[in-house]
């Protein structure tokens, strides 16, 4: 057991933690809320500051997401949790317990690479049970237990087959299987989809779903697809040049973001004027598929058709208003009669017109 | 490991600012053992080539430049100095031929190395492994093979002398050309491999997109190959020249030991002549010329990338 | 009239030079060999298949002492330098930038660099200077030196191509620093560490002049075993102790390479 600075103790081999306050580890512990928490994290390399006062907590059993695009600083995050890095300042505890420098072998926190890191030297089954052998687990029971984390990725057959000899999507459940053997506390995911194909994407993200669900444990997934984000969390945070924009759940997200770069980088979105949205602040968004557009007649917002393009379930019509901007609408019905370069009225429904805090 | 050893907050910074900085300390061993038995030694031989020369091998005090003088000039027998080039005449005939040797390697090496570096990538590493088995081949075995070819009873002869074309053997062997055919054919992967490692990166569909139809050969390869292979020259240059103008066994074997050449000239300071300080002189002198040539090349290839 | 497309990969005159580059390298080697088995007394007359040359050879002590010598020295030499080397290349390839890089890095190229007469006299005057008389250790240790930085260079080339992250999955997987480099970096850096120590033997084994001037009578090698014997004059005994010289530095650099291919599939 492992005393970490009089707190409470971290079981190594079964990777709990039992905090000092609580005699009986089976009691109602910590409010879920502060299972992971980040307090006001910053990292800098030299002279990049990677992520700025970074503050967030994220619940136990969550399966949370962290959005981004590349450098926005998510993957630093990443490691940070997993102890790769430790923070310039501020403090990341799990429970009770401060990780913020402790070593990565000491946290129970387990990472899937997005290069998946398979040891190239062992074969799978090796691979899927060099944690649980590091905690000291026996040779036997540690092999029992990959050859059920490799059945619950459907890869029994493969057992002794090396890294190099599987595919792309087979090592990614290998590696998803060595890190899920030790059962961790919080399991961190790196772009985990990001080297497979479209159709291969789609199957592992209802299979990370299952799992996540199965085994109880508090996924933290980095991403750069916010369909992937939205699709398969509970929560997400959407990161931007090192900052957090925004955190909520993906409907929240989706449906009130709260500045352009979330609007925009989260589904698509036409950020206009509050007034012509008829908000009373500077600047505002909708969705597309919120915009109403009619022919002819009169209206408050005469615009001319720029271009219609069918793209399968809806067609996308990109529209200049008279005013200048250029709106995007995607519409159900009612396009098919719509051509480049004809006069329109647009609607933006109140309701659905979003505020945005800063532009 | 069921039981962690206790770790307070003041341990764990240590611990990760420590591994961060004891990795550089890897090399220490590796740098010391070069340092104590060559930097070293070499540094004695800087300091014995300004000592007394003994009379049987080793050297005396007091400190001299005696050495240095006895490469340009003789001391007559009144003690009087006269210039003497004979020296000065091993080292220039050395430099050119191993220059020669140079200039030989790029004209064979670099069509050599353009080729290999446009073979499909599983042909490439055949022909990288053809060109690296002499490279690393015994050079005493390789300069021996051209010793049973090229001399009086050798196959060469033999040949020439089956198909009738001479009733008497051509002195084939122990010439300047059998020296320079030596070293060339000791040293000219040196070339080659540097060669081909510049041109491995090009895109050769890019020259020949934008060279499809208006420029001709020689422009191709005059404003194409030349530019994109000369880094690679200048270090496969450096790399021919440095062991050619060192060479001992292509000048021995090959040259029968009558055309003195600067390597055999310093291995008899230390057998025959027993003179340790002028050989050392020698071998500072030779070390000065390879790092001449060193400096100016590396102030080429830096031109050539700032270009 | 149309101009041809320039073709990169049909330059005619390239192709003929690097196969007659090829026939160049490997003719005389393959001469060689085939003189090694030649049954005549005159070394480049031929007189029919026979390993009675190799027999001889085998037979001559002075010859089977300097070739125990030369495995004696090679194989110590490349323990040394191969021991010296992974630490040096993990320290030059993982340690960032940091104090003396650039000056280590050079020190570790210097016996690529200087020509060998001069480390060879070099040598001679440090040992004698300093009074180190271990007979074979003397060769041994020069030996190792030089093939140091020929260890270091397939270790590096490994270390750079090693797949990104294995270390730190490692650490993830509850590792601590010494299991990082027993379970993980050590046994993916082996293809590395056997090429490299490869290179070291066939070098070591190869040498002549360093061991010329630095061996004492008794511990003189193969290679400077063989001058001798050339400098008496061509022999057909010679030929074969040549030949063996020669397919066991060969077997060495297609084993190395074997190796330092397996690396690239991983």
């Not at chain 2, 030989?104 to 599983?122: C, D, E, N």
């Not at chain 3, 077997?251 to 599939?265: D, E, G, I, P, Y």
């Amino acid at each position: 057991m492992c005393r970490v600075a009089g707190q409470g103790r971290i079981d190594m081999k079964n990777l709990q933690l039992i905090p000092a306050s609580s005699p009986d580890p089976t009691a109602d512990q910590t409010a879920p809320s502060d299972f992971i928490s980040i307090r006001n994290v910053t990292k800098r390399f030299g002279s990049v500051t990677a992520l700025e006062d970074v503050s967030l907590d994220i619940a136990e059993g969550e399966f949370f997401t962290l959005l981004g695009p590349s450098g926005c600083g998510k993957t630093t995050l990443l490691r940070l949790l997993a102890g790769f890095e430790y923070p310039s300042t501020g403090e990341i505890s799990l429970s009770d317990f401060d990780l913020t420098r402790m070593p990565p072998n000491k946290r129970p926190v387990n990472t899937v690479f997005q290069s998946y890191a398979l040891f190239p030297h062992l074969d799978v089954l090796t691979n899927v049970a060099f944690g649980l052998e590091r905690l000291g687990e026996g040779r036997k029971a540690a092999k029992q237990r990959a050859l059920e984390m490799l059945d619950m990725v459907q890869l029994t057959g493969f057992e002794y087959r090396l890294a190099n000899e599987l595919s792309g999507g087979q090592q990614q459940r290998v590696a998803l299987a060595r890190a899920l053997a030790p059962r961790p506390r919080i399991l961190l995911l790196d772009e985990p989809l990001s080297a497979l194909d479209l159709k291969l994407r789609r199957g592992m993200q209802s299979e990370l779903k299952r799992l996540q669900r199965a085994t109880g444990i508090t996924f933290v997934l980095v991403t750069h697809d916010q369909e992937e984000a939205l699709s398969m969390s509970d929560r997400i945070a959407v990161m931007s040049d090192g900052k957090l924009l925004q955190v909520g759940a993906p409907l929240d997200i989706y449906d009130a973001p709260r500045n352009r770069f979330v609007a925009e980088f989260v589904g698509e979105a036409n950020v206009l004027p509050g007034r012509m949205l008829g908000l009373a602040s500077p600047y505002g968004a909708i969705r597309p598929e919120r915009v109403i557009v009619r022919q002819g007649g009169a209206g408050s917002c005469p615009g001319r058709v720029l271009s219609v393009v069918f793209v399968g379930s809806v067609a996308e019509v990109e529209i200049q208003l008279n005013t200048g901007q250029e709106v995007k609408a995607r519409l159900v019905d009612g396009w098919q009669s719509l051509n480049a370069g004809e006069v329109v009225q647009v609607e933006f429904p109140h309701q659905h017109a979003r505020t945005l805090e800063d532009r | 490991m069921a039981l962690a050893e206790p770790f307070t907050a003041k341990d764990k910074v240590a611990a990760s600012a420590k591994r961060r900085n004891l990795i550089p300390f890897l090399g220490l061993p590796a740098v010391a053992v070069i340092v104590c038995f060559m930097v070293g030694p070499m540094l004695i031989a800087l300091s014995f080539s300004f000592l007394t020369a003994g009379v049987y091998g080793g050297v005396d005090l007091p400190f001299t430049i005696e050495a240095y003088r006895q490469f340009l000039f003789e001391r007559n027998l009144d003690d009087s100095l006269s210039f003497d080039n004979s020296y000065l005449v091993i080292y220039g005939r050395t430099i050119l031929l191993a220059g020669l040797t140079v200039v030989i390697s790029i004209v064979i090496g670099l069509p050599t190395a353009w080729y290999m570096a446009t073979r499909t990538p599983k042909v490439r590493e055949r022909l990288v492994l053809l060109v690296t088995i002499p490279f690393w081949t015994s050079l005493l075995v390789r300069t021996y093979c051209w010793v049973l070819i090229l001399r009086d009873q050798g196959l060469a002869n033999g040949l020439l002398r089956e198909i009738g074309l001479i009733t008497e053997p051509l002195p084939l062997l122990y010439s300047y050309g059998s020296i320079l055919f030596g070293l060339v054919y000791s040293f000219l992967p040196f070339m080659i491999l540097p060669i081909y490692a510049a041109l491995e990166k090009v895109d050769f569909r890019l020259i020949e997109a934008a060279y499809d139809l208006y420029a001709s050969r020689a422009a191709i390869f005059l404003k194409v190959v030349l530019p994109l292979a000369k880094p690679g020259v200048i270090a496969g240059s450096m790399l021919v020249f440095a062991p050619s103008v060192g060479s001992f066994l292509a000048p021995d074997l090959l040259g029968g030991g009558k055309k003195l050449m600067i390597g055999s000239l310093i291995q008899m300071q230390f057998t025959t002549s027993r003179n340790w300080s002028f050989g050392a002189a020698c071998a500072m002198l030779l070390m000065a010329v390879v790092l001449t040539v060193l400096v100016f090349a590396v102030r080429q290839s830096k031109k050539e990338r700032h270009a | 009239m149309k101009h041809r497309p320039f073709s990169w990969r049909t330059m005619p005159a390239f192709t003929a030079v690097s196969w007659v580059v090829m026939v160049f390298f490997y003719a005389p080697l393959i001469i060689l060999v085939i003189y090694g088995f030649n049954a005549n007394d005159l070394a480049t007359q031929w007189g029919g298949f026979s390993t009675k040359w190799f027999v001889k050879a085998a037979q001559n002590d002075d010859l089977v002492r300097s070739a125990t010598n030369s495995l004696i020295v090679a194989t110590s030499a490349t323990l040394g330098a191969t021991c010296l080397a992974i630490p040096a290349a993990i320290a030059f390839e993982r340690g960032g930038r940091f104090f003396g890089r650039t000056p280590g890095e050079g020190v570790l190229s210097l016996p690529l660099m200087a020509p060998d007469i001069v480390t060879a006299i070099s040598t001679l005057m440090f040992f004698s200077f300093v009074g180190i008389r271990l007979g074979l250790g003397n060769v041994i240790l020069a030996h190792t030196v030089f093939c140091i930085p020929f260890a270091v260079l397939p270790i590096r080339a490994r270390l750079r191509e090693m797949p990104a992250d294995i270390e730190d999955a490692a650490r993830d997987l509850y590792s601590g620093p010494w299991e990082v480099f027993r379970l993980v970096t050590l046994p993916a850096l082996m293809p590395g560490i056997v090429a490299g120590a490869l290179m070291a033997f066939v070098i070591s084994l190869d040498d002549f002049i360093i061991t010329l001037m630095v061996a004492e009578a008794g511990s003189t090698t193969l290679p400077v075993y063989l001058y001798g014997m050339l400098r008496q004059g061509v022999t057909p005994e010679a030929n074969a102790a040549a030949a063996i010289l020669l397919v066991v530095s060969v077997t060495c650099v297609v084993l190395a390479h074997a190796f330092a291919k397996r690396k690239s599939k991983t």
